[in-house]
């Protein structure tokens, strides 16, 4: 099984900032099969981008994602007060798909 | 629109069986691979089963494989969940999913709660 780890566990910022999430797989990842979340609590997960860098259909673009191999990034370039959520990364390989752990989008 | 409902979710003992059902609408479910996702409480997201369009080929997470069955209706554009066998560890929010490989997980359902206790 493919593991993900996501860091950093936590987020920090304040509206307006940056945030850089990472994603690095324990094997390499065909990037066609690299997908990135945003879940905010009490609601199902939403997808953001597809193949590793395609934004998903109706996805603001201050969102991008971009990597190779086993490193993968997503990047909110100017954060909105309804991007604080939990940002999930995911993976399809060896017939099975994996989650990461999850990072979280605080404000600061 | 697309739109997956979960229903089935229920309070049920370590050892019993439970079906969950994920009516799906808004788009052409022939054509669509089904996943179950879960989530335990204050956890993160972990994948389940994957059905492709016409129930030839069946894949599971190791944590299920042997207890859970994905299984689809075409006709009333249905997926299903049957798990046997219920562990504590088994308590989550169930999500069923639409996904192609390259398509990521597009449209999810609003879950179905599922309790394994005594």
């Known amino acids: 099984e493919i593991v993900l780890t996501q860091s950093p566990g936590t987020l920090s910022l304040s509206p307006g900032e940056r945030a850089t999430l990472s994603c690095r797989a324990s094997?390499?990842?065909?990037?066609?099969?690299l997908a990135w979340y945003q879940q905010k609590v009490g609601q199902a997960p939403r997808l953001l981008i597809q193949?590793?860098?395609a934004r998903a259909t109706g996805i603001p673009d201050r969102f991008s994602g971009s990597g190779s191999g086993t490193d993968f990034t997503l990047t909110i370039t100017r954060l909105e007060p309804e991007d604080f959520a939990v940002y999930y990364c995911?993976?399809?390989?060896?017939?099975?798909?994996?989650f990461g752990q999850g990072t979280k989008v605080e404000i600061k | 629109e697309v739109h997956l409902v979960e229903s089935g979710g229920d309070l049920v003992q370590p050892g019993g069986s439970l079906r969950l059902s994920c009516s799906a609408s808004?788009?052409?479910?022939?054509?669509?691979?089904m996943h179950w996702v879960r989530q335990a409480p204050g956890k993160g997201l972990v994948w389940v089963a994957r059905?492709?369009?016409?129930?030839?080929?069946?894949i599971y997470a190791d944590s299920v494989r042997g207890r859970f069955t994905i299984s689809r209706d075409n006709a009333k554009s249905t997926v299903y969940l049957q798990m046997n066998s219920l562990r504590v560890e088994d308590t989550a929010v169930y999500y069923c999913?639409?996904?192609?490989?390259?398509?990521?997980?597009?449209?999810w359902g609003q879950g179905t709660v599922v309790t394994v206790s005594s």
């Open positions: 999913a639409r996904g192609g490989l390259a398509h990521g997980f597009d449209a």
């Open positions: 808004g788009f052409t479910f022939v054509t669509h691979w």
């Open positions: 059905i492709d369009n016409h129930e030839n080929d069946m």
């Open positions: 094997q390499s990842v065909d990037s066609s099969f």
């Open positions: 193949g590793a860098s």
């Open positions: 995911q993976q399809y390989g060896d017939s099975a798909w994996t």
